[in-house]
Every structure is written in structure tokens, then in C-alpha cells.
């Protein structure tokens, strides 16, 4: 949880227990790189502490792009795969402030949207957990989801 990786192909990148955290592929087919992040929070603005940048959605997400540029990817050339952001518990209130996993993903497509990046493929909501398995050689994301089966993104 709140992390980030990537790497060149061939490689595979893999993040799991996404409940109400959001998973971001984001792949760059032509130089065949790639970065995942594992988004914990939608704003660093709200944190006591922004000591770990890949926590939160308007900090990890600018900080992947520009690594994924340092290695040779070209913004405009990248895509987005997106899952996660489940309501994993029950709550008698209807409170915002247990909304995570939707604020999650909700923050990501702002901050997806102002780094100017298009999502092509998502798997969001619900109320369980997923893992996301990321192959850098063709861009494949694999969410595996107990209880609901396998999807390709």
C-alpha cells in the first residue's frame, strides 16, 4: 500500500488488497514502460503527514508520470488502467468521510485528467478487494478478484 514501481519490459508489476485504495497502471506501448501505483488517499492537502508522496492521488500520480518520463515514455503516447476503490464495510450513516474508496476514485480521474491522461480501461467500485497484476511487455492488466473471478483490463 501506498507505493509505486516500474520498470522496463519484460517485467510485471503487481499490487494486491486494493480494497478502497485505487491501482494505476500506466503504460507507455511504444517505449514499453510502465508504473503502478497504489493509491491510499485522495489528497495529500487533508494529511497531517506527506512524508510518503505515493500515498496520496495528486502526489503519486504526477511523481509516476514524471519517472515513467525519466525512462523514455511520452505523455502523450501513455494509457491508464484503473481498479479499486471499493466500499468495503457497511455504515449506518450515510457520512462522507467513509466514502473513501469513491473520493479514491474520484481523485484519480481529476488528477488523471489534469496530467492530461486518458484511463482505457477500469475496474472500480463494488464492495470487495482486488489484486492488479501488470505485464509491461503488452500493457495487460489482470485483476484478480476473490469471490468474482478474473478480468482483463
Known amino acids: 500500500m501506498a507505493?509505486?514501481?516500474?520498470?522496463r519490459a519484460p517485467g510485471v508489476l503487481?499490487?494486491?488488497?486494493?480494497?478502497s485504495c485505487v491501482g494505476v497502471a500506466i503504460y507507455d506501448p511504444?517505449?514499453?514502460v510502465g508504473g503502478l501505483a497504489h493509491v491510499m488517499l485522495p489528497d495529500s492537502q487533508?494529511?497531517?503527514?506527506?512524508?510518503?508522496?505515493?500515498k496520496f492521488a495528486d502526489t503519486a500520480l504526477p511523481?509516476?508520470?514524471e519517472k515513467l518520463e525519466e525512462l523514455g515514455a511520452r505523455?502523450?503516447?501513455l494509457v491508464v488502467k484503473i481498479a479499486g476503490g471499493a466500499q468495503m464495510?457497511?455504515?449506518s450513516k450515510n457520512d462522507e468521510r467513509f466514502s473513501v474508496g469513491r473520493r479514491n476514485v474520484e481523485?484519480?480521474?481529476?488528477v488523471l485528467g489534469e496530467l492530461g491522461l486518458r484511463i482505457t480501461g477500469e475496474d472500480t467500485g463494488g464492495n470487495h478487494g482486488r489484486t492488479m497484476i501488470f505485464t509491461t511487455s503488452d500493457g495487460q492488466v489482470l485483476i484478480k478478484t476473490i469471490g468474482h473471478g478474473e478480468k482483463v483490463l
Open 3 to 7: 507505493q509505486s514501481g516500474w520498470c
Open 14 to 19: 503487481i499490487t494486491s488488497g486494493l480494497g
Open 63 to 65: 511523481d509516476l508520470v
Open 75 to 77: 505523455r502523450h503516447r
Open 30 to 32: 511504444q517505449a514499453k
Open 46 to 54: 487533508q494529511a497531517r503527514s506527506t512524508e510518503n508522496r505515493a
Open 107 to 110: 481523485a484519480t480521474k481529476r
Open 89 to 91: 464495510f457497511s455504515f
